[in-house]
């Protein structure tokens, strides 16, 4: 049979999806792998592992997911942890795959990962990549990557005015039950991963479950069923309960929801209940979203140094005593505690919080932003490296703020938890525990 391997990394998913609509149009056998690189669990020049705890389980859970979904198509998903340096080598051999289909990844790590398996394959095996994460694709947008402008706002309103976003991508054709291969490929473990199992508290601020199904649940929920899309303006920077935001993130961060299709779902309810300020600032901030992709495809490597994309010079401290007081919520500011508190026991922490413990951290503390940032990489269930070092730099004074603001956390902490009911849920649950 005519083969096609396509190797997942973060569009873990089977909608909406340009590899496998590609491969499943030209080729008889199409096969699915992930690999849990060896390298995302090794420790970084911080001491952090790159990838904790709640992000593996979430990634364990939407392969188990599309794991099912896929063999419905006669789709395989053989799941790994050794790199895909050798798995995909051995797979394509082994296949007889005459091509190779995967999402282009350009930050230096994964690059380096992508361009070792290209090297390792014969010319014979034909290799096919594209972007597949944007909201506005590259082609679209209205402007070089070198021009990405350095301020959000007219990044902006330029892609509002001049470009389009691409309809999401149709399913495709289902393939001979024959494609499908015997041997049941099983996932790892967390266990086999390298953590213990856990229970996630029962005050945290959503019961994330991996896999476009729960991702589509939760459409239906805030979309659908309870319209709070309608209020997200008015709520977007709360801190208790699973309805002030939307909690796409996770999913959107190992792409098995994807960005295009949150926005056509946006253009539905906007058609069928209602369209106002909420429904389009839902859509804003996917397109801050792309904005980190786009600033990180422009900037490069520079978006992890120091001096961030403006090469600015700061004294910056990394005392790992006053680090550990960050990481632990044993600060001087109750605000940021609970919110490092929440990060350490669920993984997850509201855009509010975020900004506060990043700007307490790299402005008031002075201290390196850099391991910060790694911090967040370990411990986030919702990790994304455009999303996420953009906004470190941006908060530092490093990279697009305009105005290089300083957060204050009493003044933030009176607006946004005037009555410390998010201050007490976590501190106090803490000392119970
Ligand atoms: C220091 C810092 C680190 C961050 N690290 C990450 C990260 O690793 N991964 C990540 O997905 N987001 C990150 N964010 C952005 C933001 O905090 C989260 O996307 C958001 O809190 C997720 O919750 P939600 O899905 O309910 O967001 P909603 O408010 O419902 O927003 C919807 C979607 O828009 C996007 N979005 C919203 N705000 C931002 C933003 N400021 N920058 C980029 N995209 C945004 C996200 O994809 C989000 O899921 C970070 C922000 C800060 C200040």
């Not at 973060?10 to 609509?21: H, P």
């Not at 069928?272 to 804003?284: A, D, G, P, R």
């Not at 929440?342 to 002075?366: D, H, I, P, Y």
């Not at 919702?382 to 906004?391: L, R, T």
Request: glycine letters at 4%; one cysteine or more.
């Amino acid at each position: 049979m005519i083969t096609a391997l396509v190797w997942l990394r973060n569009d873990v998913r089977f909608q909406d999806q340009q590899s496998f609509f590609n491969a499943c149009k030209s080729y008889e056998r199409v096969v699915a792998y992930y690999t849990f690189e060896p390298k995302d669990f090794e420790k970084t020049t911080w001491g952090f592992q790159k990838t904790g705890k709640f992000r593996t389980r979430f990634n364990i859970e939407t392969l188990q997911s599309l794991q099912l979904e896929l063999k419905e198509k006669n789709i395989t998903l053989i799941v790994e942890k050794r790199s895909a340096t050798v798995g995909i080598p051995h797979w394509i051999e082994d296949l007889n795959a005459s091509a190779l289909f995967f999402q282009k990844e350009w930050t230096a790590e994964e690059k380096l990962i992508s361009n070792a398996v290209c090297d390792s394959l014969s010319n014979k095996v034909q290799i096919f990549t594209h972007y597949d994460q944007f909201l506005f694709h590259p082609d679209d947008i209205p402007m070089d990557i070198d021009s990405i402008p350095q301020v959000f706002t007219v990044f902006r309103k330029k892609c509002e005015k001049y470009s389009t976003i691409k309809s999401c991508i149709p399913e495709p054709a289902i393939l001979d039950k024959k494609s499908l291969l015997a041997a049941p490929f099983t996932i790892p473990t967390l266990e086999e991963l390298g953590f213990a199992s856990f229970d996630t508290p029962t005050h945290t601020a959503f019961p994330f479950l991996g896999g476009t199904t729960s991702a589509l649940n939760r459409i239906t929920d805030y979309f659908w069923k309870s319209e709070r899309l309608s209020f997200y303006k008015q709520t977007r920077n709360g801190l208790l309960g699973s309805d002030y935001s939307s909690k796409y993130s996770p999913w959107l961060a190992n792409g098995s929801l994807s960005a295009r299709m949150i926005y056509w779902e946006v253009q539905r309810y906007e058609k069928e209940i209602q369209k106002n300020e909420s429904t389009y600032w839902l859509i804003f901030e996917l397109i801050w979203r792309d904005y980190f992709k786009y600033i990180s495809l422009k900037h490069g490597n520079a978006i992890f140094h120091l001096g961030g994309i403006l090469d600015k010079k700061y004294t910056w401290d990394s005392n790992s005593e006053i680090f550990l007081k960050w990481t632990e919520g044993k600060t001087t500011e109750p605000f940021v505690n609970a919110n490092m508190i929440e990060l350490k026991k669920t993984g997850f922490m509201s855009n509010r919080g975020r900004q506060n413990v990043a700007s307490f951290f790299a402005k008031s503390m002075l201290m390196d932003w850099r391991m910060g940032a790694a911090y967040f990489e370990q411990q986030l269930i919702d990790y994304d490296v455009h999303s996420n070092w953009g906004n470190w730099l941006y908060v530092a004074g490093v990279g697009n703020d305009p105005r290089d603001r300083k957060f204050n956390i009493k003044l933030q902490a009176d607006r946004y938890d005037a009555k410390g009911q998010y201050q007490k849920c976590w501190l106090q649950n803490t000392l119970f525990e």
